[in-house]
């Protein structure tokens, strides 16, 4: 397939802006399939190089909700995996059903699960990033807060009724969000221990964001193994594919939950 051939043209890019990356490949002749194609074809990549499966949890400007779960419960019912990777770019939706997510795929493998973060998640995507064994990462990774308020189901009900956003300090859903956000990632980081060394409510803390604060703060890979999450810069190996990852998950629109053997 030609876009095999061109990755090395998009990984020469010196930029961490999958936009620029993504164009660059334009520029040189790269001919862009539909979003599924090509999310299925620098996935397959991944998985050669890494030699195991991965579940590919990507919903691009999608709002994570019931629905995704029915959809993952009908793709695992019949698998189960020794060792399996999770494409997670998630960045709205419900905290709790991420954290039912997060349960239903441990209960699918058996040895280690690991989560591929190559771009951005916010809210149920670091609970998803909490559930997994260890979290493999790279410069353009960004995590949390865990908390943000576009994330919430309450939030939506509000837009839907009324068209607009709610006030960003409104102090009942605000404390609700919080109280949340903290008890969905308590949940999940109590049921998985290998992610974390230290003390879980340290690290949500880190994680929960601040009112007050004008800009929501995300953390990079160096900062969360500060933290004390076990998370790794990808190998020297794994870096073509790894970028190329990254290229396409920061692009897509549409949402795709599948499994690539």
């Known amino acids: 397939m030609k876009i095999k051939k061109d990755i090395n043209k998009i990984i020469k890019v010196d930029s961490e802006q999958g936009q620029e990356m993504l164009q660059f490949a334009i520029e040189n002749g790269l001919n862009i399939p539909d979003e599924a194609s090509l999310l299925e074809d620098c996935s397959s990549i991944?998985?050669?190089?890494?030699?195991?499966?991965?579940?590919?949890?990507v919903l691009g400007s999608s709002v994570l909700s019931e629905k995704h779960l029915d959809d993952l419960e009908s793709l695992l019912s019949d698998q189960s995996f020794e060792d399996l990777d999770c494409l997670i770019q998630v960045v709205a939706g419900d905290l709790e059903i991420a954290a039912e997510m997060v349960s239903l795929i441990r209960s699918k493998v058996n040895s280690k699960l690991t989560g591929i973060v190559p771009a951005v998640v916010t809210g149920p995507g670091c609970i998803l990033g909490l559930g997994m064994d260890e979290i493999i990462g790279g410069e353009t990774t960004s995590f949390g807060p865990l908390d943000i308020p576009t994330m919430h189901i309450a939030i939506f009900t509000y837009l839907e009724q009324t068209g607009e956003f709610p006030?960003?300090?409104?102090?009942?859903?605000?404390?609700?969000?919080?109280?949340n956000a903290k008890e969905s990632a308590k949940t999940v980081l109590d049921e998985n221990t290998k992610i974390f060394n230290g003390e879980s409510d340290k690290i949500i803390n880190h994680l929960i964001y601040v009112k007050g604060i004008d800009a929501l703060q995300a953390f990079n890979l160096k900062t969360l193994k500060k933290m004390g999450l076990n998370a790794r810069f990808y190998k020297q190996n794994e870096n073509e594919a790894f970028n190329y990852l990254g290229v396409v998950v920061s692009q897509l629109m549409s949402n795709r939950i599948q499994i690539i053997q």
């Open 46 to 57: 991944w998985v050669k190089v890494r030699k195991r499966p991965m579940l590919t949890m």
């Open 167 to 179: 006030p960003m300090y409104n102090e009942d859903i605000y404390k609700e969000i919080y109280i």
